[in-house]
């Protein structure tokens, strides 16, 4: 193996094949073609002599080789791109390209503001938005996939993650006005005897409504369950059940009820390595971002 052979096309490559389990998702990730993601992979098993992918199907899956590459080729990435960002801090000016990890709720309702913000202050500055549940945003940033995630805050954080809180908001219980007036009935004995619309199971936003539940003695099974609030607010419109939504989301479709027990909240924040670079771009795009809160 010669390791100057190694390039950065093809440690990119690669990262993304592993992440995606596809060659078709890494060229749609990297905006390339199959055929340039596959040829990239072949130099970089050329150069390594070994393979680094057992064909499954449609899907791929890494070798031992591979596993073994992985963290040294992310961290190889990272360094790369911390030199980047320290040579664009040499200009006087805010330039550079931020990758920011986002889920689709935070994209929608909090982040229209900063973002004109940041482009009418900033013309020089890059914004790449990648859209992900608040779990894998951030695993982008410690993994170096990410500079910055917005996402749901955790009750814990991986080592090496710091993070803040931006926003707060309060979850609360809604069914469909139509359904609130033919159904007249207390809250407990709804949330006990209706279909549930909730989140993901491993999701931060289910474990804050669950906690909640259980303080009631209330563990309904969910009859259906997405990722995004959107669709949750569209299916409970729609009286397939009962859910909980941040207070904000209501329409005069839904029926928001009181909520007996104290107040059901989750935090929306940002969050970075610790120990990276941190650029003045990174730092503009926070100092936007936290603008945007409430006061302190």
């Known amino acids: 193996m010669r390791p100057e052979q190694l390039s950065v096309e093809s440690l990119q490559a690669f990262v993304a094949v592993v992440d995606t389990g596809a ?12 055929p340039a993601i596959s040829k990239r992979i072949q130099a970089l098993e050329a150069t390594l002599e070994r393979p680094l992918f057992e064909r499954q199907g449609r899907r791929v899956r890494p070798t031992e080789v591979a596993e073994r590459l992985l963290p040294e080729a992310r961290e190889i990435l990272a360094r790369l791109r911390a030199i980047e960002q320290q040579i664009a801090d040499l200009d006087t000016v805010v330039r550079g390209r931020i990758r920011l990890a986002t889920s689709h709720h935070i994209a929608l309702h909090r982040l229209p503001d900063p973002l004109a913000a940041l482009g009418g202050h900033y013309p020089d500055l890059e914004l790449e938005l990648a859209f992900m549940d608040s779990e894998a945003g951030i695993q982008a940033v410690l993994h170096g996939d990410a500079d910055l995630a917005l996402a749901t805050l955790p009750e814990s954080l991986p080592d090496g993650i710091e993070a803040r809180t931006v926003w707060t908001d309060e979850l609360v219980p809604m069914i469909a006005r139509a359904q609130a007036i033919r159904t ?45 609030l959107e669709v949750i607010r569209m299916m409970i419109a729609a009286g397939l059940g ?5 207070r904000d989301m209501a ?11 104290p107040p059901v909240l989750r935090s929306l924040g940002w969050v970075r390595h610790a120990a990276r670079y941190h650029s003045r771009a990174l730092q503009a795009v926070i100092e936007k971002l936290e603008g945007s809160g409430p006061p302190a």
């Open 23 to 34: 060659f078709s998702a890494a060229a749609e990730r990297l905006h390339l073609t199959q």
């Open 184 to 228: 007249p009935g207390d809250i407990l004995a709804r949330l006990r005897d209706w279909p549930a619309i909730l989140p993901p199971v491993d999701s931060t936003t289910r474990r804050r409504i669950e906690q909640a539940l259980a303080t009631a003695e209330l563990r309904p099974a969910a009859a259906q369950e997405s990722p995004y």
């Open 251 to 261: 329409t005069e479709e839904l029926a928001v009820l009181d909520w007996p027990g």
């Open 242 to 246: 009962i859910g909980f939504l941040p």
